[in-house]
Structure formats: C-alpha cells, structure tokens
T-cell receptor, first 113, second 118 residues
Framework: AQSVAQPEDQVNVAEGNPLTVKCTYS??????LFWYVQYPNRGLQFLLK??????LVKGSYGFEAEFNKSQTSFHLKKPSALVSDSALYFC???????????FGSGTKLNVKP | SAVISQKPSRDICQRGTSLTIQCQVD?????MFWYRQQPGQSLTLIAT?????????ESGFVIDKFPISRPNLTFSTLTVSNMSPEDSSIYLC???????????????FGPGTRLTVL
C-alpha cells in the first residue's frame, strides 16, 4: 500500500534562513511524489513533483525537493525562507494503479521575521 | 491548467439538514475527486466521480451519506446528507488533467467549501 509520512507537525524558521520540510514515502512501484501548499482559507496549490529523472526537482516560489530513493525521502527545501511562505505543506504520493493520491498529515511552516 | 470553482465557499448549517456543494471546471475532464479535510487534519479521499457512471466510494464513505452527481465532463456535485457536527470540514473538489506535452496526469484542486455544522 502507498503511504506518506510527514514527521513534523510544525516547522519554525527565521526569515532568510534555509528551510526543510520532511517527507518519507512507501510505495510498491515507481514513486510519483508531489508537494502541495495550502494557504489559510485557500485550496491546495501544486508546488512541484517528481516523476523520473533528476533527483533534485525545482518548483514554484523558489522551492525544491530532493528525491532520495535509498532513504525513501522527498524533503522540501528552500534556501532562504520568506514570511509569506508560512502555510500548510502536504506531501503526496500517487498510486498509478488506482489513480489515487495519498496525502501526508501536513506540516505547518512558520517563518518569523 | 484546469481552473476549478466551488460553490458555496463556506456555509453554516443546522444538524439534520443537507448541503449540496457544486464543482465547476473550465475544461472537460474525465476524472473528478471529492476530498474531505477535517480540522487540523490531512485530506481524505471521499470518492471518485467519472461521467456516465456511479461514483466509487472509499472505505468509510457511503452513497447515502455523500451522494454525488456527475452529469457532464465539467461539473459535479457532492451532497452532505443529514449533517452532524462531525461533518464540519473543508470539502475539496479535484480534477486530473494531462497537460499538453506531458506524459503524466496532474491533479488540481478547487478552493474548497468550508462547512460548519451546528
């Protein structure tokens, strides 16, 4: 069965510092991995995805994620955090056999000035 | 990419009543999904709705409680029936679309409907 784990409920960083939001996954086949962001009172917005190819994936708003097959991880990163990055971040894995997405529990990112 | 709108954006309802949430997409899509996001929790898939067939419900969700319509390729409704406070959640519509030149489907989400049941 497919599953995604986000071990941190909340991540606090100072503006200008690098940030990392962790995600690990479990899949039975090839991993199709995604990051979404949810701002208050808004729907989910797509940030980036890994399907195949380079392990370092670049996405929207300066975010990137590194796919690590040996550690089954897909951590979200940004070199310099902005206060406006404060939001809820979801990691997801797609089960291509059943056309379903499985979402992690979400990590609240707080960026303080 | 697909643009998705939902109505209503939020509502406050009384216990025992029903609410129908509409999802409109600006392009024709085969697969539409309904998710629930309970307060402080992640997204849970309620059902998959394909045009011309009955919706497929996930474990823990039943048609009597969450009837779904999919009359065409751009529209779907989800009804939350006989509501109780436990149904207070954000309900999100989602679609899959294969972008031009892309080998894989992308999934896009609507803004959500925030439901509070008193």
């Amino acid at each position: 069965a497919q599953s995604v784990a986000q071990p941190e409920d909340q991540v606090n960083v100072a503006e200008g510092n690098p940030l990392t939001v962790k995600c690990t996954y479990s899949v039975s086949g090839n991993p199709y991995l995604f990051w979404y962001v949810q701002y208050p009172n808004r729907g989910l917005q797509f940030l980036l995805k890994y399907i195949t190819g380079d392990n370092l994936v670049k996405g929207s708003y300066g975010f990137e994620a590194e796919f690590n097959k040996s550690q089954t991880s897909f951590h979200l990163k940004k070199p310099s955090a902005l206060v406006s990055d404060s939001a809820l971040y979801f990691c997801a894995v797609r089960d291509d056999n059943f056309n379903k997405f499985y979402f992690g529990s979400g990590t609240k990112l707080n960026v303080k000035p | 990419s697909a643009v998705i709108s939902q109505k209503p954006s939020r509502d406050i309802c009384q216990r025992g009543t029903s609410l129908t949430i509409q999802c409109q997409v600006d392009s024709q899509v085969t697969m539409m999904f309904w998710y629930r996001q309970q307060p402080g929790q992640s997204l849970t898939l309620i059902a998959t709705a394909n045009q011309g067939s009955e919706a497929t419900y996930e474990s823990g969700f039943v048609i009597d409680k969450f009837p779904i319509s999919r009359p065409n390729l751009t529209f779907s409704t989800l009804t939350v029936s006989n509501m109780s406070p436990e149904d207070s959640s954000i309900y999100l519509c989602s679609v899959e679309e294969r972008l031009a030149g892309g080998p894989y489907n992308e999934q896009f989400f609507g803004p959500g409907t925030r439901l509070t049941v008193l």
